[in-house]
T-cell receptor, first 117, second 113 residues
Framework: DGGITQSPKYLFRKEGQNVTLSCEQN?????MYWYRQDPGQGLRLIYY???????QKGDIAEGYSVSREKKESFPLTVTSAQKNPTAFYLC????????????????FGEGSRLTVL | GENVEQHPSTLSVQEGDSAVIKCTYS??????FPWYKQELGKGPQLIID?????GEKKDQRIAVTLNKTAKHFSLHITETQPEDSAVYFC????????????FGAGTILRVKS
């Protein structure tokens, strides 16, 4: 089955700790994204990558970091600098054409819920 | 940049009735408008989309209409069923923003049986 796999599904973190959320896709998509979902605020873009070894900040990148060393993988690290990290995090992928995002379907994983204790 | 507003934030309908969710966008250059459905504990899934060269698109019980002049688009669900209960998100994208999607805040739809 082709799709996006996020892990872990639930994660608890103490204040001051960094945590890394995993995202793997086997759809052969060039573009991958991380969104943050908070109640009543929709989906806000954290980081995105249009091609391997390249990524750009989204609208709320502060306190987060990513890497894109393989086409299939786009891990997100929530650092201790993120002031309010408790949220539902969604990874997605899509087609990119010529290294640029294409207006088409985003395929989402099932999400990771991070709670800071 | 683009801003997308979505209304209502919650919507309750009786099974079999129609549901309408409306979104407005700010950037007149936006050219792609998808709708996503998110069931509890899952990631969003695309249910229908429309591009700026089309005014209406239908897929069985769901339809989307686009009014470019007024910069708004709407999702219409007819003959609602309990399994339509979910959170629905609209979004818009423009090439000026690198084709990235900007999402509305979401609408919680409850279908009462």
């Amino acid at each position: 089955d082709g799709g996006i796999t996020q892990s872990p599904k639930y994660l608890f973190r103490k204040e001051g700790q960094n945590v890394t959320l995993s995202c793997e896709q086997n759809l052969n998509h060039d573009a991958m994204y991380w969104y943050r979902q908070d109640p009543g605020q929709g989906l806000r873009l954290i980081y995105y990558s249009q091609i391997v070894n390249d990524f750009q900040k989204g609208d709320i990148a502060e306190g987060y970091s990513v890497s894109r060393e393989k086409k299939e993988s786009f891990p997100l690290t929530v650092t201790s600098a993120q002031k309010n990290p408790t949220a539902f995090y969604l990874c997605a992928s899509s087609i990119a054409v010529g290294g640029r995002l294409y207006t088409g379907e985003l395929f989402f994983g099932e999400g990771s819920r991070l709670t800071v204790l | 940049g683009e801003n997308v507003e979505q209304h209502p934030s919650t919507l309750s309908v009786q099974e079999g009735d129609s549901a309408v969710i409306k979104c407005t966008y700010s950037d007149s250059a936006s050219n792609y408008f998808p709708w996503y459905k998110q069931e509890l504990g899952k990631g969003p899934q695309l249910i229908i989309d429309i591009r700026s060269n089309v005014g209406e698109k239908k897929d069985q019980r769901i339809a989307v209409t686009l009014n470019k002049t007024a910069k708004h688009f709407s999702l219409h669900i007819t003959e609602t069923q309990p399994e339509d209960s979910a959170v629905y998100f609209c979004a818009a994208s423009t090439i000026q923003y690198g084709n990235k999607l900007v999402f509305g805040a979401g609408t919680i739809l409850r279908v009462k049986s």
